[in-house]
């Protein structure tokens, strides 16, 4: 298994990179190890993107 670390307090750039990422490599995984920026947050559940 391969995993996208992404860095303190994530923002949208972070969260972008980390999907195209994920979407180019089928099966990593994305891990918000520092936390999202409080507008991050917000936007992630409110999706239905299945990252895996």
Sequence with gaps: MDIVL???TADFDTLGAAV???RLHPGTRIVLCGGAHPT?????PST???FR
């Design 6 to 8: 992404c860095h303190q």
């Design 40 to 44: 991050v947050r917000d936007f992630w």
């Design 48 to 50: 239905v993107i299945n």
């Design 20 to 22: 195209g990422v994920a």
